[in-house]
């Protein structure tokens, strides 16, 4: 199995390779937010994640959802706080 790193632009749901690994989110160079994942490329993008974006300071409201942590991030004075559905693999991740 050939394995590559993809970089998927965020958001709500993104659709994915069957058995990708989330491994990063962060803004790329060009000033858009992502998430980079290991994937097969000859797997179909058939699963769909779901991604959550909460500001600093608000309320974590995930509706019976386990969240794993992503990463943090800064735009100009805000602070973003990156997460993704649990039942993802996630790396670093930590359970909410």
Same mark, same amino acid.
């Given at each position: 199995?050939?394995? =590559?790193?993809? &970089?998927? &632009? ?45 500001? =600093? ?14 990463? =943090? ?24």
């Amino acid at each position: 199995m050939t394995r =590559t790193i993809w &970089k998927y &632009k965020w958001d709500d749901v993104v659709r994915v390779q069957k058995g990708a690994k989330i491994i990063s989110a962060d803004y790329d160079p060009t000033g858009s937010l992502c998430i980079w994942a290991i994937v097969d490329p000859n797997e179909p993008h058939d699963e769909e994640i779901r991604l959550f974006l909460i500001p =600093t300071g608000n309320v974590v409201i995930n509706n019976g959802v386990s969240l794993r942590f992503l990463n =943090t991030v800064k735009s100009g004075p805000f602070v973003w706080h990156l997460f993704v559905e649990e039942k993802w693999n996630v790396e670093p991740s930590q359970l909410l």
